[in-house]
């Protein structure tokens, strides 16, 4: 069964960088659309950035487009999100999510992932 564990959250200023990571372990996830989803307090878990199955291209929100990249690890049970350039309004709990399917492109919608991480909280302060 394919689990799902987010690294790398933590608390960062204004303008900085921080680097996700989402870890699977059971399977590879080179056969999985990848999804990164934020939370933040008092509003709906949204999409911020997807990579589409074998190979599949990627998609950003276009609050984070620019700034983050979704990228695979090599050893292909990694996923991971580079975010640059950090706003205050990028605070919020971060969860990675995978769903196995052939479909190369990926699409921010939460009820098409099957797996999902439990989150690594992301605070942006000065």
């Known amino acids: 069964q394919l689990q799902l564990v987010e690294s790398g959250g933590g608390l960062v200023q204004p303008g900085g960088s921080l680097r996700l990571s989402c870890t699977a372990s059971g399977f590879t996830l080179d056969y999985y659309t990848l999804g990164w989803f934020r939370q933040a307090p008092g509003k709906e878990r949204e999409g911020v950035s997807c990579i589409g199955s074998n190979g599949g291209p990627t998609k950003y929100a276009d609050s984070v487009k620019g700034r983050f990249t979704i990228s695979r690890g090599n050893a292909k049970t990694t996923v991971y999100l580079q975010m640059n350039s950090l706003k205050p309004e990028d605070t919020a709990i971060y969860y990675c999510?995978?769903?196995?399917?052939?479909?190369?492109?990926?699409?921010?919608?939460?009820?098409?992932?099957?797996?999902w991480g439990r989150g690594t909280p992301v605070t942006v302060s000065s």
């Open positions: 999510a995978a769903v196995p399917t052939t479909v190369r492109l990926c699409v921010l919608r939460r009820g098409l992932y099957d797996y």
